[in-house]
């Protein structure tokens, strides 16, 4: 018990000290937290009307679009939605990802395991954006307005795959462990040596699912806005995005309109992009940065003109 819990305070050290974790955390925070503010205060109201197509400025430090909003305002307002979505996919892909790469690497080379590498290679190769084109087109068709909720799960839906892919082939070097064939031998459940000793060691892969599924899911979300796909009476940053294309903005160069719209995808991006170099060193020591400790001795070399003391 005490060297599980050594083994734990040692990884937590690890995690803290790591340099790539603690500005892509610093990032995401940041991010969150200008969500979280734009949803509760913004400089000025969205719907308010300035002059058009202002530049930045002290009154309106990302300028006006050209409906004459304030940009910024625009742009803390519209964070959390895409945030939501982002998560949200990021959630559902994890889970899928790591339960169906469980299920089919400790399976392996059972009807079920089979079934499910048909399912997984099938989903490889369809696109979320464009599974969303056709769920949007089709409640489109029926009068139904496409909430964040169907948005979420349609890109969720093949969004797991390339992760179950990874989760399974780790599961399967996992199960030919001599722990693990012991453990079939005397008789334990598979629910328990599935979630008691598989399950551990692969959730760092299952957070960096997460992290991958956080930044597809606004990605989509932003280029299926981008297309037109989702009505425009949504408010995200891909709903900006639109707008500028719509009004031809990086034509006339009202670059602090496309400014606004990408920062918080550019801050998320980033922190995710760190993250994930931090989840590879903690994953791999092989990658670690280790610092040696330096010591000092002191070597005497004759001369002719005495004895020299170096210090090396």
Wanted: no cysteine.
């Amino acid at each position: 018990m005490k060297r599980e819990f050594a083994l734990s305070i040692s990884k937590v050290k690890v995690i803290t000290k790591n340099k790539f974790i603690a500005i892509g955390v610093a990032l995401l925070l940041l991010d969150i937290i200008l969500g979280i503010i734009g949803s509760i205060w913004t400089p000025y109201s969205v719907n308010a009307s300035f002059s058009f197509s202002e530049p930045p400025s002290w009154k309106h430090l990302l300028g006006t679009d050209a409906y004459g909003h304030d940009v910024l305002s625009e742009m803390l307002h519209d964070t959390l939605p895409t945030l939501e979505v982002g998560f949200g996919v990021g959630a559902l892909v994890a889970l899928l990802s790591t339960i169906i790469g469980l299920l089919g690497g400790y399976y392996a080379g059972k009807t079920a395991s089979i079934i499910i590498d048909i399912i997984t290679i099938t989903v490889l190769t369809i696109p979320g954006v464009i599974l969303l084109v056709v769920v949007s087109s089709y409640f489109r068709v029926a009068n139904i307005s496409v909430s964040y909720g169907i948005t979420i799960l349609s890109l969720s839906i093949v969004g797991w795959a390339f992760g179950a892919r990874q989760i399974r082939s780790q599961v399967l070097s996992l199960s030919n462990r001599e722990y693990i064939i012991a453990s079939k031998l005397i008789g334990e459940k598979s629910y328990t040596i599935i979630f008691t000793q598989l399950l551990p060691p692969i959730l760092p892969l299952t957070f960096a699912q997460f992290l991958f599924g956080t930044l597809y899911g606004v990605l989509s979300l932003v280029t299926a806005e981008f297309w037109g796909v989702l009505p425009a009476t949504s408010s995200n940053l891909g709903t900006m995005l639109a707008f500028i294309s719509t009004n031809a903005a990086y034509v006339s160069n009202q670059w602090w309109w496309i400014l606004g719209a990408i920062i918080p995808i550019i801050i998320l991006g980033a922190g995710i992009g760190f993250l994930n170099i931090g989840i590879d060193e903690f994953v791999d020591p092989r990658l670690r940065e280790i610092k040696l400790p330096q010591v000092r001795r002191i070597v005497k070399i004759p001369t002719d003109n005495g004895v020299i003391e170096v210090s090396i």
